[in-house]
């Protein structure tokens, strides 16, 4: 039984553009909802609205009322190493841009019903084997600082009558995109590999269920606070390496140690490549919340595609 189903929601969404945020538009559309989609340059089709992530913007007087806003907009945490520029970039767009535009929400005459705020796992840290849930503390490192800023930068609307669902991702799995795609072009060369030792944890969330839940949070009022976005299943970057090369039929002998990380990629390898969060999506398993995916092995053939023939 699916968490969403058919309606005629308003919806605003953030980061429409983007490896989720495209296929969360089209199921939203699917659904029979409206989305209006904010984006950063001259809006060219009548269902877009320009915003800007790093300045102040208020909404069309004349946009019809909000149902609920969907927020995905960031730039990619790994795309690049971490330079000062880079990390301004990040922060800002994630930082500022929830400031922004949750002021913007505030400022309409009918604030929608629902908020729902991207963050990610890595406000948890480098736990090594520790089983995470919603309510585990907070980690410690400048991920974990910049996850905390950007969740508390939707606050202020937690003092009106917008609630908020707050999604902490992990890696997000589908072939056509994120990090799959990344590495796949890696691993069809037989040169994929484990990272550093390989026993640190990767909670990773299909692409399909993180839009289901997306969707869920607009129409069931249950799906409130804190979320760990993750699917039941986490892996370790070992098995998760063994299921890649099993995908691309390919061997995976070439290990990346965690000096060379470290030595390319500096703070960054750290923190994302070789942090380990052992997440559990406890309030939705609490919530009986139906996962579409729950292996690995299927979200890596999500549509029959097959890597060793692209």
Request: proline share 6%; net charge positive.
């Amino acid at each position: 039984m699916s968490a969403v189903s058919a309606g005629n929601l308003r919806i605003a969404v953030t980061g429409s553009s983007g490896f989720v945020g495209q296929a969360l538009t089209q199921q939203l559309q699917s659904l029979g909802h409206s989305v209006v989609r904010l984006v950063r340059s001259e809006p060219r089709q009548n269902d877009e609205v320009l915003w800007s992530p790093i300045s102040a913007f208020t909404f069309p007087t004349d946009l019809p009322p909000l149902d609920a806003v969907i927020h995905l907009a960031g730039a990619n945490i790994a795309d690049k190493r971490w330079t000062a520029h880079r990390r301004k970039v990040i922060r800002q767009s994630r930082v500022d841009a929830t400031s922004y535009l949750a002021k913007a929400v505030m400022q309409l005459d009918k604030p929608p019903s629902t908020f729902v705020q991207a963050s990610a796992i890595g406000w948890y840290g480098d736990r090594g084997d520790e089983v995470l849930n919603e309510q585990s503390p907070r980690g410690s490192g400048e991920l974990s600082d910049l996850c905390a800023d950007w969740e508390s930068a939707g606050d202020m609307l937690d003092e009106t009558e917008t609630q908020r669902a707050i999604l902490r991702v992990g890696m997000v799995v589908h072939p056509s995109g994120g990090a799959v795609a990344k590495m796949r072009p890696i691993f069809r060369l037989g040169l994929g590999g484990r990272l550093g030792h390989g026993r640190q944890w990767i909670s990773w969330i299909a692409r399909q269920d993180l839009v289901d839940l997306c969707i869920a949070c607009c129409v069931d009022h249950r799906y409130r606070g804190v979320i760990n976005a993750v699917a039941p299943t986490p892996v370790t970057n070992a098995n998760f390496t063994a299921a890649m090369a099993h995908w691309c039929r390919r061997p995976a002998w070439f290990p990346a140690p965690r000096p060379l990380l470290q030595a390319a990629l500096g703070s960054m390898a750290n923190e994302v490549l070789l942090a380990s969060q052992r997440c559990i999506p406890q309030s939705l398993l609490d919530m009986k919340h139906p996962f579409q995916v729950k292996s690995l092995d299927l979200a890596l053939r999500a549509n029959e595609t097959n890597p060793s023939t692209q």
